[in-house]
């Protein structure tokens, strides 16, 4: 009796599952949306990964024209290049788009990612914009300019030398070691050795290691693709993430545990204030009367743009509950911390 009851409920599962998936990976097909194939265990994620996200979306674009559909596993996500499209979408409807929408699984369940601002939609995109875009106006960055200078000098001094001792030199590392320099320099106001490879068992070594291994972990890691190409079975991937962590860190972890002592030792000593993003960051919190939530200040490539072009409305922090200093995946550690993943 149990293994007809067994047998009846697999029989019914893989119904709907088979049922459910071929909807949600016709999405395009039955809106007109041109693009390539789905693959039904991983819709087009596999060719993503072989070719890179870039060459393979290039490569549609070029195939179906100016508006291309695939399927990041499971997720739909619409590509366009018309320039005035995205001119509309960007400026002038930008109220009606603003919610990006989040496009895998492993966003969606991952206790970090899931609140930072690429990931976020809706109000509290809106929210954590507004938090966050003042700390990078023209005159903040420029408050920056001397840090990445010395950084840049620092990397011709290391080509120069290089090209003294007539060797051949692997130039992408060199750039790799460039960039975390001027990311830990201008964001915590840390001196490094990076480019010298003199510190190796340094915070700033073991950020640019975990920051790297944090990449490749989406192209090799079995449990970030099955998130991502079943999202059907989010409460079990959430309780995998949740319990995992304790026995198998992920380099966002350890990116975490490398940045805590710094956010700590700053909020401490107001007294070692530098001219750094982290600082800026925390001066929010003060001036503001009330601790930001730092899921708001995560980092992307459009912070350029102002409040003015992009959002109309103002969040007044003080008085906005879901801008605590804690959330209820993160009790153990500052949320500032997710700021920078």
Known sequence: MLAVILLSFLIAFTTWFVIQRKRRLSFFKDIGIPGPPPSFISGNLSDLIRKGSAAAIQEWLDKYGDYVGFYNGAFPVLVAKDPELIKKIQIKDFGNFHGRGVTSGF???HP???HNLVNTSGDRWKEMRSLLTPAFTTSNMKKMAGLMDDCTNEFLGVLNKLHSQKKVFEARELFQRLTADVIVRSAFGMKSDLQQKSGENSTAESLLQDSL?????FRRGWRNYLII????FASLWKLI???GSRYDKTPTDNILDDITPIIQFRRKNREAARTDILQLMLNAEVEEGAPVNVHSLAINDDAESTTEENEPSKVRVGKKEALSNECGDCRQRPCLLRSWV
């Open 107 to 109: 966003a969606r369940v």
């Open 112 to 114: 970090v990612n899931k």
């Open 213 to 217: 291994e944090s990449f490749k972990q």
């Open 229 to 232: 190409c079943f999202p059907e």
């Open 241 to 243: 993430l949740k319990f």
